[in-house]
């Protein structure tokens, strides 16, 4: 089977990494693509993410079977529409069904109507409605943009001055993330926070492990919302076996019901960002697709074949034949990016190519490309570094014994920065 992944991440390279592994696969074509896709397949660089026309006739003139979508971008610029179109079967949701992630406000009236819980909320169009509202949520407030915003849309604020600056920068300096007018505006809940990522063909789900990833730039959760600087898996100190089925229950499967319900075609993954409170799981989001980092730490520990997994989804045939198994081990990992992230994206070049000490540490790429043996990065998030083990503690010790053995080779002037606590602080890890 020839196998199309979209999107040039570092969740792209674990995805193709993982592919490669099946004996279902004959060539993995990946588009853009990076570095680390390059090792498993053929880059199509001439190709954007969200070119759907274009894909569309590649992937047919290449004979591609099955594509797989990674960006949330491509989803909403209904890319698997046009895939579809042309006869391939396609993991990832309709640009309708996307809608789920493309736009917060649907999301919210989505989990109302179906009776999924999460938080109490208001969407409003305008600087005076919004005034209005923080009047009801006072301090408890958290703030998101209703479009993409590459994770950078949503602020946890501290108190009313807080949510009144983000305000002001959103509507009176027309700062607001993603474009348009519309924000959410939710009260601010109390719990762990963790994912869960479901592989779903449109009337069944299998929940992958869950895991637990770090969005604030900072060490102890300090600093400005990103795409994710880090995550681990299983997501233990969270999740039990009653509190899966409990997600499964309340919110994946009315989830489904909903989309069935509502005609909507969703084959591809439905991740659900979860608070666990003392209710039980309350939902913050809904991803269209496999989430970044989360993916780099759950799929080192799939013990199933994924294409099998992925093919019967997008064909809408899920089987208990192809559920998804796992391993008893953990996985670390953590993300290293460019100076000034996630304020300013630098590009970053001559890096040099990643040498893992095991087989138990890998390294996925972000947007990349190599040359003359070295790598040159977009900026921005460029370099997952994970580490399996039998247990947390070793999972975690490896992963950034293998981060710091590559920042040391870094050729000098060049300055990749990370968070020291993934998995660390939750899990009482100390290191050398």
């Not at 602020?155 to 807080?162: F, K, S, T, Y």
């Not at 492990?209 to 995550?231: I, L, Q, S």
């Not at 994970?386 to 999972?395: E, K, L």
Request: charged share 20%; net charge neutral; aromatic share 6%.
């Amino acid at each position: 089977m020839n196998v199309l992944i979209v999107g040039s991440g570092a969740r792209e390279h674990a995805l193709a990494w993982k592919l490669r592994a099946s004996p279902h696969v004959d060539t993995i074509y990946a588009a853009p693509g990076n570095a680390g896709t390059a090792l498993a397949g053929t880059n199509w660089p001439q190709h954007a993410a969200t070119a759907g026309l274009e894909l569309a006739r590649a992937a047919k003139d290449a004979r591609v079977e099955l594509a797989v979508i990674g960006p949330e971008a491509a989803l909403a610029a209904g890319v698997s529409d046009a895939l579809r179109a042309n006869g391939i079967a396609v993991f990832g949701p309709s640009r309708a069904a996307a809608r789920l992630e493309s736009s917060k406000a649907f999301a919210k009236q989505f989990m109302e109507r179906y009776g999924i819980p999460t938080a109490r909320h208001r969407v409003v169009h305008d600087r005076k409605a919004a005034e209005r509202v923080l009047k009801y949520f006072g301090d408890g407030v958290v703030l998101k943009a209703d479009g993409l915003a590459a994770g950078k849309g949503v602020v946890v604020c501290a108190d009313v001055n807080e949510a009144r600056d983000v305000l002001e920068q959103w509507y009176d300096e027309r700062k607001l993330p993603g474009g348009g007018t519309s924000i959410v505006m939710e009260e601010r809940l109390s719990g762990q926070e963790a994912s869960v990522m479901a592989i779903v063909d449109g009337a069944k789900a299998f929940a992958l492990a869950a895991a637990c990833d770090y969005k604030r730039a900072g060490d102890g959760d300090t600093g400005p919302n990103t795409g994710g600087m880090g995550a681990y898996s299983p997501a233990q100190d969270v999740f039990d076996e009653a509190a899966i089925r409990r997600v499964h229950e309340v919110v994946l499967q009315p989830a489904l019901a909903g989309l069935r319900a509502e005609g909507l075609d969703y084959r591809g993954c439905l991740y659900a960002g979860l608070m666990m409170t003392d209710r039980g799981p309350s939902v913050l989001e809904f991803n269209a697709r496999f989430g970044d980092p989360e993916t780099q730490v759950v799929l080192p520990r799939l013990r199933s074949d994924l294409c099998e997994l992925l093919a019967s989804a997008a064909m809408g045939a899920l089987t208990d034949t192809v559920a998804p198994s796992f391993g008893d081990d953990a996985c670390v990992g953590v993300v290293l990016t460019s100076d000034g992230y996630p304020q300013a994206s630098t590009s970053v070049n001559g890096l040099p190519l990643f040498s893992a000490s095991s087989e138990q540490v890998m390294a996925f790429w972000g947007g990349s490309a190599t040359e003359n043996g070295r790598v040159n990065a977009s900026g921005g998030r460029v370099l997952t570094v994970c580490a399996r083990g039998a247990d947390m503690a070793t999972a975690c010790r490896d992963a950034y014994n293998a981060v710091e053995r590559y920042v040391a080779a870094l050729p000098s002037g060049v300055r990749l920065r990370y968070r020291s606590d993934i998995a660390a602080r939750t899990f009482a890890v100390t290191r050398p």
